[in-house]
C-alpha cells in the first residue's frame, strides 16, 4: 500500500497563491506517476497536474499551463510532490487530491487510471 496525505490547502484571494504538498509513504514502486487531481461541485474530478517519478515529463491541463508548477522530492523512502499554486483564481475552488499509479503503465489521464489516493484538500479562491 502507499500512503499518500495531502496539506497546504487554504482560503485565499483571487490573484493569491497557495502551494500544495503530498507526502508519500508506504510500499514504493520502482517508479511511478504522481498527480493532482481537483473536484469542484457538481463537477467531475480532473487531472490537474502529473509528474514521474524522476521529476521529469511533467503534465499540466490547460487551465494549469503557466500558472501551476507541480515538483518532486525524493528522500530515501518518503517522497513528497507538491503543486505551486499561483495567480489563483475563483474557479480554481475545489476539493485537491494526490494520486499515484505505476510508471510503467503510462501517464494517466483519468481518476479510474490511478491506484492510490489522498484524502484530498480543500481549495478555495475568494474574488
Known amino acids: 500500500q502507499v500512503q499518500l496525505v495531502e496539506s497546504g490547502g487554504g482560503l485565499v484571494q483571487a490573484g493569491g497563491s497557495l502551494r500544495l504538498s503530498c507526502a508519500a509513504s508506504?510500499?514504493?514502486?520502482?517508479?511511478?506517476?504522481l498527480g493532482w487531481f481537483r473536484q469542484a461541485p457538481g463537477k467531475e474530478r480532473e487531472l490537474v497536474a502529473a509528474i514521474n517519478w524522476t521529476g521529469g515529463n511533467a503534465f499540466y491541463a490547460d487551465s494549469a499551463k503557466g500558472r501551476f508548477t507541480i515538483t518532486i522530492s525524493r528522500d530515501n523512502a518518503k517522497n513528497t510532490v507538491y503543486l505551486q499554486m499561483n495567480s489563483l483564481k475563483p474557479e480554481d475552488t475545489a476539493v485537491y487530491y494526490c494520486?499515484?499509479?505505476?510508471?510503467?503503465?503510462?501517464?494517466?489521464?483519468?481518476?479510474?487510471?490511478?491506484?492510490?489516493w489522498g484524502q484530498g484538500t480543500q481549495v478555495t479562491v475568494s474574488s
Open positions: 494520486a499515484a499509479r505505476p510508471y510503467g503503465l503510462g501517464l494517466g489521464y483519468k481518476p479510474t487510471d490511478y491506484d492510490y
Open positions: 508506504g510500499r514504493t514502486f520502482s517508479s511511478y506517476y
